[in-house]
């Protein structure tokens, strides 16, 4: 993802008695109008409450999943026992995911929900990738008989799972144990396979090459410039599109959080300055592990949606365990713009020295560390808005 409106205004933070001025000089009603009071609710957020009966209740958890710019580039269709995973080609990132994996990878974040919601209603899922030669949009069926329910931890994370943006505890480390059970998660290494970094010097290395990216990637105005559309400042925009990145999912305290959203909205400009600023005080300084979701071929759209289904179920069992988590895939999204536009491959280079290996392409880069700021929910279009008839 590239800028995601970061609005963390502690410069203009003074303590609580700012928000006190801030509502009686008139704010009340901006700060009204743009949610400050209404955190995670309203029909934006109903999907996060709510689990219908049946193949709709299937359709809500998987469009909870993880999606690149909260794009949520997905449409089902339902059958009598099945239901159709179709990609939503109007909802791509252009030149920040110009090969489209960032879509197949949230595509296949929605189906590892699916299967997960599935077999906890007593539905056994037969999935069959991409049925129709013909049509790449067409990821999956999911072919659903009935057995007894099995109940996952996995599928009670489902509505509790948010990327967490906010900083990590710096004095807590990954344990060898949970980077075990993390690479366990992984049922088959032959396509897919997750390389986890927890090394001090591991760390500095792919931090500054984090950074690196992100400064190049403000830098590229075509680039950069896909992010005001998926960022969502108003809490009037958050309800008529129920996508996009909000500053709720910024991770900041609770104040700052309320001042920003009172406050006129940032530019672009300030925006990416202080989106850089974050990442290198907050998202890479706190980081106690990174990891990187790799694939054989990155070419092969099958692959790219396995591994969304293993970050799917990372982030999930990670939230059982009380962990945080945040996608940062500036170093991929410049890969692949390097090779779209035919540029020398700094930063496809970069991923390859930092992987010690040719055989394995990161797609999905995060870092992880135990929160000390709570995660909030994210806006989603609810099954309603998703369905399709054709
Ligand atoms: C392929 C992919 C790329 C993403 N890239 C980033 C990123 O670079 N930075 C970031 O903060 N979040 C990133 N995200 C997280 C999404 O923004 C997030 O999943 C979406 O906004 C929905 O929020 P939720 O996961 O909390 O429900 C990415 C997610 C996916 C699936």
Wanted: net charge neutral; aromatic share 8%.
């Amino acid at each position: 993802m590239g800028n995601i409106a970061l609005i963390n205004r502690r410069n203009f933070l003074k303590g609580s008695a700012i928000i006190g001025s801030v509502v009686v000089a008139g704010g009340f009603w901006r700060a009204a109008e743009n949610g400050v009071f209404s955190t995670g609710k309203g029909p934006a957020y109903t999907a996060w409450e709510t689990s219908p009966n049946g193949l709709d209740g299937l359709v809500n958890a998987a469009l909870l999943a993880a999606n690149a710019h909260n794009a949520q580039p997905w449409l089902f269709k339902l059958g009598n026992s099945s239901i159709e995973l179709k990609a939503d080609t109007g909802r791509n990132l252009g030149p920040v995911d110009p090969y489209l994996r960032e879509m197949y990878i949230s595509l296949g974040c929605a189906l590892e929900n699916l299967i997960i919601a599935a077999k906890e209603n007593g539905y056994s899922p037969i999935i069959t990738y991409f049925p129709d030669q013909q049509d790449i949009n067409y990821i999956a069926k999911i072919d659903l008989t009935t057995m007894k329910p099995l109940h996952m931890e996995l599928y009670d994370a489902i509505p509790k799972r948010h990327m967490n943006r906010g900083p990590y505890d710096t004095t807590r480390d990954i344990t060898q144990e949970i980077i075990v059970s993390l690479m366990n998660l992984n049922i088959d290494n032959s396509e897919v396979k997750l390389f986890m970094f927890d090394s001090q010097q591991d760390k500095l290395k792919i931090g500054q090459a984090m950074i690196e990216a992100t400064q190049t990637l403000i830098s590229d105005k075509e680039q950069i410039g896909v992010d005001p559309k998926w960022t969502r400042q108003s809490w009037q925009d958050i309800e008529k599109y129920k996508d996009g990145i909000t500053t709720d999912a910024q991770g900041l305290p609770t104040l700052t959080r309320m001042i920003a959203k009172i406050l006129p909205p940032l530019s672009p400009e300030q925006n990416n300055q202080f989106w850089l600023n974050t990442l290198k005080n907050k998202h890479v300084a706190t980081a106690a592990a990174f990891g990187f979701v790799t694939v054989r071929d990155p070419q092969d759209y099958l692959q790219v949606v396995k591994a969304g289904q293993l970050w799917q179920r990372l982030h999930l069992w990670a939230t059982t365990k009380g962990l945080g988590m945040q996608i940062m895939n500036q170093l991929s999204e410049r890969r692949d713009r390097e090779v779209s536009l035919n540029l020398t491959p700094v930063f496809g280079e970069k991923l390859r020295e930092i992987l010690g290996t040719s055989e394995w392409h990161s797609i999905i880069q995060f870092r992880m560390g135990y929160p000390t700021i709570e995660a909030l929910p994210s806006p989603r279009r609810p099954v309603k808005d998703v369905l399709v008839s054709i």
